[in-house]
């Protein structure tokens, strides 16, 4: 991460569309398993695979507001600052007992829960499905396949109806773009959430030893 954020801070401001090329820094750059793995899962193919049907963007952004407001970390950024976003995320509503994510899946996106429950689980190599976590609203998954289009850790499906927003690699490097300074704290923000995240997994995985 300290390397995409050198590369944030010097960012030129964008040129003229017909003299730049256009980033493409998550679609591109993280974007290459391997000769023998599959390719990442985007959104549009998973929402049509799990019944996804559109949500009011305009609904979805306050919701995103009123959540992030009141989060210890997305709270820097603020009212205007998610607003903007809007024009990059995708707003979605999903039906329950739908799998969003797949443990080792490749992937590049992640959601951000708007309302409903959704489980993270991870199946262990003996075969035990271990319950990590039911994620709440305003929580974040998924941002680490996101960065890295790696492969998934866990598995995170809908224990209800849930309304959710989704954002894409191509979505991301567009935002580079158009609006760097927005993902400079958008990406800086993600890689604090993920970095807590991963030290409470590794603890509870180690309890379970």
């Known amino acids: 991460m ?4 050198g590369l944030l801070r010097h960012m030129r401001k964008p040129e003229p569309p017909e003299e730049r090329l ?3 820094l998550f679609t591109t750059a993280f974007a290459e398993p391997g000769p023998n793995a599959s390719p990442p899962v985007p959104w549009p193919a998973r929402a049509v695979e799990v019944g996804a049907t559109g949500l009011n963007p305009s609904r979805g952004t306050r919701l995103l507001q009123v959540l992030w407001a009141q989060d210890k970390f997305m709270c820097q950024l603020d009212q205007n600052a998610i607003a903007r976003l809007q024009r990059f995320f995708e707003f979605a509503s ?3 007992k739908r799998d969003l994510i797949r443990q080792d899946e490749y992937g590049n996106f992640m959601l951000v829960l708007l309302s409903g429950r959704i489980a993270i689980d991870r199946t262990q190599p003996w075969g035990e499905r271990l319950r990590l976590a039911e994620a709440t609203p305003g929580e974040i998954l998924g941002e680490m396949s996101l960065l890295d289009s790696g492969i998934r850790f866990s598995a995170c499906s809908t224990l209800s109806p849930c309304d959710i927003a989704v954002l894409g690699a191509d979505a991301l490097d567009q935002m580079l773009g158009t ?3 927005l993902a400079a704290n958008l990406i800086a923000l993600l ?5 807590l995240r991963m030290r409470v997994i590794s603890a509870r995985l180690n309890d379970q030893k």
């Open 2 to 5: 300290k390397g995409i954020l």
């Open 94 to 96: 999903v039906p329950a």
């Open 179 to 181: 609006d760097p300074a």
């Open 191 to 195: 890689a604090r959430k993920l970095s």
């Open 22 to 24: 256009d980033s493409m």
